[in-house]
């Protein structure tokens, strides 16, 4: 027997929904965050989701890559935040994404987008995405996440740190939340390849013992990842 797409049933974590009653009843919010340029790639994807976002927020450093209008997208702000160039950009981030948090209180939201500006994806990304029913999916600069686990466990900030991301996946898992981080059920284009280096390691080890996890524990976790990361190298970096 045939179904149609409006009536075909998903599987999210182990409870099936209608793909109608998921697309009416949850909302998301798209914060793009950006330094000089303007996100068009970024904007033209949102554009075209079959899910799409209810408000769609340009983070940007400098007024120069602000967008006051864009087709298909009826809910388009900017919010310039002046970045303190003497931080990284991870810490960066974690106050703009803070700043951003508070101002369009993302508890009214279900689901936060969180994108970098050199990020692309089909029209079934978010739908496809947010049916998995994960708290938390991706990682870098294309993170999908419940709003109100970012209020549970961040306390409605985002982190402050070198490595923002994988500081949020840990304390995620650490406070038992459902997560998929460093892949995609249906994953974005990344138009330019973030850095899997040593030296992200070792700052995501830094932030992470500064944290209170164990250090011997950070040690085999590294030397685990080093070793799999020299046997297999194409686990360095998954899309």
């Given amino acids: 027997m045939r179904v149609t797409p409006s009536k075909r049933k998903i599987v999210i974590l ?10 009416s009843n949850l909302k998301t919010i798209a ?8 996100p068009w790639a970024p904007l033209v994807a949102l554009s075209k989701q ?4 209810e408000k769609v927020v340009i983070v940007s450093a400098y007024p120069s890559a602000c967008v006051e209008k864009f087709p298909n997208i009826k809910d388009l702000e900017c919010l310039v935040v002046p970045p303190n160039l003497k931080l990284s950009v991870g810490e960066r981030v974690g106050i ?11 508890a009214l939201y279900d689901y936060v987008i ?19 029913g994960y708290d938390l ?3 870098h600069g294309a993170m999908l996440v419940k709003s109100s686990k970012i209020s549970e466990v961040l306390g409605g900030r985002w982190a402050i740190s070198p490595m923002d991301d994988a500081v949020v996946i840990d304390l995620f898992r650490a406070n038992g939340c459902s997560v998929l981080a460093w892949s995609w059920i249906h994953p974005p284009i990344y138009l330019r390849k ?9 700052m995501f080890g830094r932030e ?12 085999l976790d590294l030397l685990i990842k080093i070793t799999i990361a020299r046997v297999i190298p194409s686990l360095k970096y998954r899309r």
Avoid: Q
Wanted: proline letters at 4%; hydrophobic letters at 40%.
């Fill in 14 to 23: 182990g409870k099936v929904a209608d793909s109608d009653e998921v697309s």
């Fill in 31 to 38: 914060f793009i965050l950006a330094f000089k340029d303007k």
């Fill in 50 to 53: 079959t899910l799409k976002p």
């Fill in 96 to 106: 703009a994404l803070t700043v951003a948090f508070n101002k369009y209180n993302i």
């Fill in 114 to 132: 969180r994108l970098d500006e050199d990020f692309y994806f089909d029209e079934r990304f978010l739908e496809d995405n947010i049916r998995t």
């Fill in 137 to 139: 999916i991706g990682c």
């Fill in 194 to 202: 973030p850095r899997d280096t040593y030296s992200r390691g070792i």
């Fill in 208 to 219: 992470l013992y500064r944290m209170g996890y164990p250090f011997i524990n950070l040690m």
